[in-house]
T-cell receptor
Framework: DSGVTQTPKHLITATGQRVTLRCSPRSGDLSVYWYQQSLDQGLQFLIQYYNGEERAKGNILERFSAQQFPDLHSELNLSSLELGDSALYFC????????????FGSGTRLTVV | KNEVEQSPQNLTAQEGEFITINCSYSVGISALHWLQQHPGGGIVSLFM???GKKKHGRLIATINIQEKHSSLHITASHPRDSAVYICAVKETSGSRLTFGEGTQLTVNP
């Protein structure tokens, strides 16, 4: 157990639907990063939050949004899902917002049918 | 051209062999990570390097900042080392990671 908890582990949903992925960072870590791993794109950075504030944005679609709550857990919301959104979604956390000392969660495998 | 390139893409070895995976990058970095991903998906951080060399058990990671190159070595490889090994860099500006495409390692008994 890395200390970063992601739920659910697996999710199967239909096109056009909306899902929420959840991440609880390792105790003491203030920063949360979301990454998408698809077969054709590899691992891509989506978005970073630090202590509740958005810190950096990557290749995140407008249909996707995220937030970090006061208890530091984070949620990634994916809406109007398309087949191409099928991927592994990873959350990672670090103590600072500077990107050192990453700990990854085990990922959520999203399948859009 | 990708900012982070790994070689080889695929590597098959016999148990006990010495293995080297290479990573080259084209941007200025403040840290480089080596990650391991087993079938089933979970990612484990093996090393974070900003200079020199680190060793953990049978794994050794080195980095040459001037040459923008890092290597991951596995000594006395074992079938349980079979996994995808991913190089990721933290650019000097920013905190996110940029990833290589990964090296699929298979160690046969």
């Amino acid at each position: 157990d890395s200390g970063v908890t992601q739920t659910p582990k697996h999710l199967i949903t239909a096109t056009g639907q909306r899902v929420t992925l959840r991440c609880s960072p390792r105790s003491g870590d203030l920063s949360v990063y979301w990454y998408q791993q698809s077969l054709d794109q590899g691992l891509q950075f989506l978005i970073q939050y630090y202590n509740g504030e958005e810190r950096a944005k990557g290749n995140i679609l407008e249909r996707f949004s995220a937030q970090q709550f006061p208890d530091l857990h984070s949620e990634l919301n994916l809406s109007s899902l398309e087949l191409g959104d099928s991927a592994l979604y990873f959350c990672a956390s670090s103590q600072s917002g500077k990107g050192y000392g990453y700990t990854f969660g085990s990922g959520t495998r999203l399948t859009v049918v | 051209k990708n900012e982070v390139e790994q070689s080889p893409q695929n590597l098959t070895a016999q148990e006990g062999e010495f293995i080297t995976i290479n990573c080259s990058y084209s941007v200025g970095i403040s840290a480089l990570h080596w990650l391991q991903q087993h079938p089933g998906g979970g990612i484990v951080s093996l090393f974070m390097l900003s200079s020199g060399k680190k060793k953990h058990g049978r794994l050794i990671a080195t980095i040459n900042i001037q040459e923008k190159h890092s290597s991951l070595h596995i000594t006395a490889s074992h079938p349980r080392d079979s996994a995808v090994y991913i190089c990721a860099v933290k650019e000097t500006s920013g905190s996110r990671l940029t990833f290589g495409e990964g090296t699929q390692l298979t160690v046969n008994p």
